[in-house]
């Protein structure tokens, strides 16, 4: 084996041992890029030259800054942090719980309820979990509700957005695969509610046949007649389903682009905040603890005038817009790190090493979907998202591109498919201990009555159910690909 071999290996290597120290991936993938640029220059002058390297800022230029399509992730971000923010999500989960009062599990079908509007308004896990584990945990708690199946609802259920469009996660994955992010926004639409649907009847079911679980909410909790409860539903469900409407319908009907529908999401969840928190209260309709003083009592909220409202509005927006700053400075530098990693990868033949390496197995288009669905299960267990993404893509896309599942699957939409798979795959790293970060979200703003241990044991059952739907989804392929068939045909 030649040094123009164990340097690709060498860097490999190099970044399974890193990721483990705890250092930021950014700066890990970009690190170890630089560092093998100038070992291999070093080295030999032929298997990397000064002017490889002076490529590599107008790579990251074009790569990340030039990207018109990840100007869609900013306004995404943005969109779902302030429909948080906003308490928007906390009416949406208010009315669920008095819709689903009645039915058994009802809280827990009201928080999956949620979760799955919300998973269309935002792919910021971190935000939906530790925000339905604020509002829903201590009330489901208080209802005497089991502490493993509630851990386990809120935490499988906040993180539905990374797979339910509009996802930032699919944004990534598109342009990585150098695929229509609008076709792969509609083939996650059924996979991604097939998910939500095996969360609602497994509690269904556990709860109906051990209803201890899951005691019924009190008959009188919320408005009882017709007339208050249409008005709730008419205030807090359906201003978010318009707002999703509106970004999703535009990108399925064909009417605007993902980045364009992404605008209009950030403008319309700023627009409905300030309807929600300023305009609403100013006619009397919203209620006053929304608002930043929602300690205060009553008397003296009703006090609080337009302006001060306002005022308040503002200061929610401006808290918006720097979350949104450096959650987006996050992603980007980890794409900074990442492209110049895989430059350097591929500059060094890295990519060719894998793909020889692999089609040497023997293995066959299924055995090479179940080697690489199994390496990105366990990197789960370690790593977040957005790191599996950006080390796995640009090393195993020149496999994906070549695999063959015949009548199975056209040769066309395998790409497709597999990305959804992926997608699935990937929303367990968010459950599957050690380091499954939903879990260590919850933890962070659970009570104190919650142990990790709990936490543990309630999402065993919802990421056995997450490899069923990816099961489902592998044995059935339509189940991804019959809408974008239907739609953009």
Not at 47 to 56: K, M, N, R, S
Not at 364 to 392: A, R
Not at 415 to 422: E, G, N, P, R
Request: charged share 10%; aromatic share 10%; with cysteine.
């Amino acid at each position: 084996m030649g040094i123009e071999e164990i340097l690709p290996l060498a860097m490999f290597g190099t970044l399974a041992v890193l990721l483990f120290s705890g250092f930021p991936v950014a700066f890990v993938l970009g690190g170890i890029g630089l560092s093998f640029a100038f070992i291999a220059m070093w080295i030999d002058p032929f298997l990397f030259d000064w002017p490889q390297f002076g490529a590599i800022p107008s790579r990251i230029y074009g790569a990340v800054s030039e990207n018109l399509l990840l100007t869609a992730v900013p306004m995404f971000i943005l969109m779902g942090t302030m429909l948080e923010r906003s308490g928007i999500a906390r009416d949406l989960l208010n009315c669920l719980q008095v819709l689903l009062r009645r039915v058994p599990g009802g809280l827990a079908l009201a928080v999956t309820l949620m979760g799955t509007i919300l998973a269309a308004t935002t792919g910021i896990i971190g935000a939906s979990v530790v925000m339905m584990s604020l509002l829903a945990l201590p009330v489901m708690i208080e209802q005497k509700y089991d502490p493993r199946l509630s851990t386990g609802t809120i935490a499988a259920s906040g993180t539905l957005g990374i797979l339910i469009p509009p996802s930032i996660m699919l944004v990534i994955m598109a342009d990585l695969l150098s695929r229509s992010v609008g076709n792969l926004f509609v083939a996650a639409v059924f996979p991604g509610l097939l998910l939500a649907s095996l969360y609602f009847l497994y509690i269904i079911i556990r709860c109906t046949i051990n209803p201890s679980l899951a005691p019924k909410l009190d008959k009188n909790i919320g408005p009882q007649t017709l007339g208050p409860i249409l008005l709730m539903v008419l205030r807090a469900f359906i201003p978010p389903v318009l707002l999703i409407a509106a970004v999703l319908g535009s990108i399925l009907m064909g009417l605007a682009t993902p980045t364009e529908a992404a605008g209009v999401g950030a403008f319309g969840a700023i627009l409905l905040g300030l309807f929600n928190l300023v305009i609403l209260p100013s006619l009397g309709v919203a209620e006053m603890e929304m608002f930043v003083a929602s300690d205060a009592p009553k008397p003296v909220l009703k006090k609080i005038g337009f302006g001060k409202r306002l005022k308040d509005y503002w200061s929610i927006v401006s808290g918006v817009m720097e979350s949104t700053a450096l959650t987006n400075a996050m992603i980007f530098g980890l794409f900074i790190g990442a492209t110049l990693f895989s430059f350097v990868f591929r500059s060094l033949g890295g990519d060719m090493i894998v793909v020889d390496l692999v089609n040497s197995l023997g293995l066959g288009s299924w055995g090479l979907l179940f080697l690489l669905m199994g390496i990105v299960f366990v990197l789960g267990f370690f790593f977040d998202w957005i790191e599996i993404t950006l080390i796995v893509l640009p090393i195993f896309a020149p496999i994906i591109n070549d695999l063959d599942f015949g009548d199975h699957v056209a040769k066309v939409d395998v790409v497709y498919w597999f990305a959804i798979l992926l997608a699935v795959n990937l929303q367990t790293s968010f459950l599957t201990p050690p380091f499954g970060f939903a879990l260590f979200y919850m933890k962070a703003v659970a009570p104190k009555s919650i142990k990790i241990q709990q936490i543990y044991a309630g999402i065993i059952p919802f990421v056995i159910l997450q490899l069923f739907g990816l099961a489902m989804i592998m044995l059935f392929p339509e189940i991804a690909l019959w809408l974008p068939r239907v739609l953009l045909d």
